[in-house]
């Protein structure tokens, strides 16, 4: 991320998207694949995000852009609060590796 988007490390460059991960994972219930989906459905939300910024909705008007931009993150807390039900996290979650000899 520090070279694609700006060629250097830059302070907040992940703007939060490090929490949206950690949620996709939660949401996978730790599994790789649906993981990898879910992270598409909260990709596909942030470019829909960007797209609809200075739009204008029939029957609303333009909605504010700091409105639009909160589109992810509201998702992710629709998403975790109201479908993932019990997450239960591996067993070895937070745990330090010991290499068997």
């Given amino acids: ?5 700006a060629a250097g490390f830059l302070t907040n460059m992940t703007a ?8 996709a994972l939660i ?12 992270c598409f ?9 960007i ?12 909605i504010p852009v700091q409105a639009i931009q ?3 993150y509201l998702m992710t807390v629709v998403l975790l609060a109201g479908f993932i039900g019990k997450a239960i996290p591996p ?5 330090p590796y010991v290499k068997e000899r």
């Fill in 1 to 5: 991320m520090a070279l694609g988007q």
């Fill in 16 to 23: 939060g998207k490090g929490f949206i991960a950690l949620a």
């Fill in 27 to 38: 949401f996978a219930k730790w599994r790789a694949w649906p993981a990898l989906w879910t």
């Fill in 41 to 49: 459905l909260f990709g596909l939300l942030d470019a829909v995000a």
């Fill in 51 to 62: 797209r609809l910024q200075g739009v204008m909705m029939p029957g609303i008007g333009q």
């Fill in 70 to 72: 909160a589109l992810p």
């Fill in 91 to 95: 067993k070895a979650s937070g745990l």
